[in-house]
């Protein structure tokens, strides 16, 4: 059964670090998405990404953050410069179509900011 | 501002015992609901959803929910617990079928399963 991977699933970095957060989404999904979850609390919605552009983003995905899709499998989420709070876990998810049709998660990668 | 509300933050029931999780949502637009479940360590994974066909939802490991427009909840049973079950469970909703797709969840519920 296919299924989202994502890579580290454990990322250390120091405060003002680049970090790149990797996913390889289902094949032959469309949409691609990034979420958080800070330990505690609940699963907030970061980036949508559909057709080559971010289709919407919350107020949390500011100018440090960015996405890519750079081979037509990976999805990638950057942080320019990382700050304690960023610190959480990060999932991927793909949705072959649009509507109803659920999400996939990926794992997620687990971010700690020192 | 659209929402979902999950009441309980905790809940801790006995083996075998009917589990309940309430889920309470906002919205002006039918929404599409779903149930994902958490295990310790684990990323998301789908229970059940609703998407405007049956409003009696069957999902996986014997959990379903059932849609009440009226009340506008979506509330999660299992009719006996099992240890297994312990968890995180979090309700969420996508707003419409024109938007981007991206989930809403509430704050999560942490089914604690007794001996």
């Known amino acids: 059964e296919p299924e989202v991977t994502q890579t580290p699933s454990h990322q250390v970095t120091q405060m003002g670090q680049e970090v790149i957060l990797r996913c390889v989404p289902i094949s032959n999904h469309l949409y691609f998405y990034w979420y958080r979850q800070i330990l505690g609390q609940k699963v907030e919605f970061l980036v949508s990404f559909y057709n080559n552009e971010i289709s919407e983003k919350s107020e949390i995905f500011d100018d440090q953050f960015s996405v890519e899709r750079p081979d037509g499998s990976n999805f990638t989420l950057k942080i320019r410069s990382t700050k304690l709070e960023d610190s959480a876990m990060y999932f991927c998810a793909s949705r072959r179509t649009s509507g109803g049709n659920e999400q996939f998660f990926g794992p997620g990668t687990r971010l700690t900011v020192l | 501002a659209q929402s979902v509300t999950q009441l309980g933050s905790h809940v801790s029931v006995s083996e075998g015992a009917l589990v309940l999780l309430r889920c309470n949502y906002s919205s002006s637009v039918p929404p599409y609901l779903f149930w994902y479940v958490q295990y310790p360590n684990q990323g998301l994974q789908l229970l059940l959803k609703y998407t405007s066909a049956a409003t009696l939802v069957k999902g996986i490991n014997g959990f379903e929910a059932e849609f009440k427009k009226s009340e506008t909840s979506f509330h999660l049973t299992k009719p006996s617990a099992h240890m297994s079950d312990a968890a995180e469970y979090f309700c969420?909703?996508?707003?419409?079928?024109?938007?981007?797709?991206?989930?809403?969840f509430g704050q999560g519920t942490t089914l604690q399963v007794k001996p």
């Open positions: 969420a909703v996508i707003l419409g079928s024109g938007n981007t797709g991206k989930l809403i």
